[in-house]
């Protein structure tokens, strides 16, 4: 018989848990570090404090702006998965000093890759959901039950209200594996928007130049509103495959000479706050970076309802057209036009909003209770046996 006593396995108390390095794995694609870069910055320095280490794994050699001091990046090449099988070794061999306790996906388009490097470590995996793509993801390959035995922890972190009830309606076991974690940025101090009275309007929309972004429903919006014969200037800064047909239409409607196209690059932040209306024109099916900014900066704010963003509440934060069409977009951007006090009203309700719910101390330090409540979850301590209990008796 052996000498070894018998043991059970319990959860370890709290403190024992949280002691435990934690070594996270945070995986991006292009896609969504396009879409929140700003914010995914935010994260990376709000969990330097709360992790042993931190490494980002992604094909987008632009990430590089997201790392530093502590923050380290791991490239690989291949953008579909699986990955040919000497890259990948050639990845576990760079997380092999420090293996990864929890390996964290941003998007849907890393789940296959977050997956096999978590289940190479058994380390807990958490995915995030900041969009309809991840929500469907989830839902076509069954993530939210269980893992199996032998197998990390599985959460899923929602950025908004409306993406959490999506979730919801999964049926996950339970609420544990399930949080609401709102994707946090810095807000200014008061409304940027209609400062000077003697300067004209002017109206931003960083929708993509694609099928479905929004951009020719606005650009008609536009139309009737020139009609009506309201003067303001309007900037493009999106890009994508329809740019032409939208510049075709825009000197159709003869909106030549108040419509700029304009290259996005680095300069959406310093434009926002020299002009007064931002314009979501469609329903968001993902949260952007651009969109919360403009929340969080001072802008005078137009939506349109049935989105994913929960930051958008009429006649509190913006003002939500019911639908994307011209019709409803004219009379939204109208109201901010017409009323310049309800647009700094809104934009500084906007900004109190943000600070609020958006803050990036309690995205980073919810995110790490996540972290941590997983390590807690799986940790184990040793229970001495029946025989040593009688023994101490």
Known sequence: MSDEPNVSELPVEQEDATSAPIHAVICIDAEVYERLRAILRHLCVGLIDHTASLRLLTTTPQAESLTFGPVQIVLYEDRSWPLKARQYQRLLDALASRPPTVVHAMSAGVHGLAEAVAGEHHADLVYNVTGRKDVDAIAGSHHLPAAAPGEGLRHVICASQPLYDMCNELKAPSETNLS??????????????????????????????????????????????????????????????????????????????????????????????????????????????????????????????????????????????????????????????????????????????????????????????????????????????????????
């Open 180 to 393: 609401l974690i709102r994707l946090g940025l810095p807000c200014a101090s008061e409304p940027t928007c209609f400062v000077e009275e003697s300067r004209g309007a002017t109206i931003l929309c960083t929708a993509p130049f694609e099928s479905g972004g929004g951009v020719g429903v606005l650009l008609q919006a536009i139309h009737k509103l020139n009609t009506k014969g309201l003067e303001f200037l309007t900037f493009l800064l999106g890009s994508g495959p329809e740019e032409s047909r939208l510049r075709r239409l825009a000197n159709d409607l003869g909106l030549g000479p108040t419509v700029v196209f304009a290259q996005p690059e680095d300069a959406v932040q310093r434009a926002m706050v020299g002009a007064d209306v931002f314009v979501s024109p469609t329903k968001e099916t993902a949260l952007s970076v651009r969109s919360l900014q403009a929340l969080a900066q001072g802008m005078a704010v137009v939506s349109v309802a049935g989105g994913v963003c929960d930051a958008y509440v009429n006649n509190r934060t913006a003002v939500v057209a019911g639908e994307s069409t011209a019709p409803d977009l004219a009379a939204a951007i109208e109201r901010m036009l017409a009323d310049r006090a309800l647009a700094r009203r809104l934009a500084a309700g906007a900004i109190e909003h943000m600070r609020t719910h958006h803050t990036m101390s309690a995205m980073a330090d919810k995110t790490a209770e996540v972290y941590r409540r997983m390590a807690l979850n799986r940790a184990t301590f040793k229970l001495p046996s029946q025989e040593e209990e009688e023994h101490d008796e």
